[in-house]
Antibody, heavy 118, light 111 residues
Framework: EVQLLESGGGLVQPGGSLRLSCAASGFTFSSYDMSWVRQAPGKGLEWVSAISAGGINTYYADSMKGRFTISRDNSKNTLSLQMNSLRAEDTAVYYC???????????WGQGTLVTVSS | QSALTQPRSVSGSPGQSVTISCTGTSSDVGGYNYVSWYQQHPGKAPKLMIYDVTKRPSGVPDRFSGSKSGNTASLTISGLQAEDEADYYCCSYAGSYTFVVFGGGTRLTVL
């Protein structure tokens, strides 16, 4: 059974940093592309970033470029998202997702809440 | 404003059919056969219902079906059941620059 467990969310001040992690199990992690998707409170889904199976290629939504960094450790089956220069509008539940066909997610974690507020 | 346009809400009675549309452009929905649909119940993670426009993952009832015409994709739910009441989101690959886009979501109410 595919399991994705996010951690690292919490309250951070504007301009601050936070690192999210996602522990994957139940599939061959190193064989699959992975992504992060977020959902602001009461709002829709927003794609954040993706990384290729080997970790060589990374992709970001325009509003995250230069502030967020996606990475993975295939030896530890872990996906990460380093978020810097956080803004109030980055407040959201961040989901880790296994990528399927056409870079769209199939399995999702339960999410971790990031709140950016002073 | 989301890249893909969905109706804010749809409704239907048990046993009826409803269709949710998802309109994009030739750069996303119309350009690739990589449209997926997700069901999300309150407080839960999204669940994949349809991928590659028309395909159903194992375990998803065949009451759920997908289609596409031009720049508009559609999700049809037939034989509505109370447990189908949820938010539904479409998603499409959008090329190597924009990458992935979502619709704004549609709230399905089972009357």
């Amino acid at each position: 059974e595919v399991q994705l467990l996010e951690s690292g969310g919490g309250l951070v001040q504007p301009g601050g940093s936070l690192r999210l992690s996602c522990a994957a199990s139940g599939f061959t992690f190193s064989s699959y592309d992975m992504s992060w998707v977020r959902q602001a409170p009461g709002k829709g889904l927003e794609w954040v970033s993706a990384i290729s199976a080997g970790g060589i290629n990374t992709y970001y939504a325009d509003s995250m470029k230069g502030r967020f960094t996606i990475s993975r450790d295939n030896s530890k089956n872990t996906l990460s998202l380093q978020m810097n220069s956080l803004r109030a509008e980055d407040t959201a539940v961040y989901y880790c997702a296994k990528v399927f066909s056409g870079w769209t997610p199939d399995y999702w974690g339960q999410g971790t809440l990031v709140t950016v507020s002073s | 404003q989301s890249a893909l346009t969905q109706p804010r809400s749809v409704s239907g009675s048990p046993g009826q059919s409803v269709t949710i549309s998802c309109t994009g452009t030739s750069s996303d929905v119309g350009g690739y056969n990589y449209v997926s649909w997700y069901q999300q119940h309150p407080g839960k993670a999204p669940k994949l219902m349809i991928y590659d426009v028309t395909k159903r993952p194992s375990g998803v009832p065949d009451r759920f079906s997908g289609s596409k015409s031009g720049n508009t994709a559609s999700l049809t739910i037939s034989g509505l059941q109370a447990e189908d009441e949820a938010d539904y989101y479409c998603c499409s690959y959008a090329g190597s620059y924009t990458f992935v886009v979502f619709g704004g979501g549609t709230r399905l109410t089972v009357l």
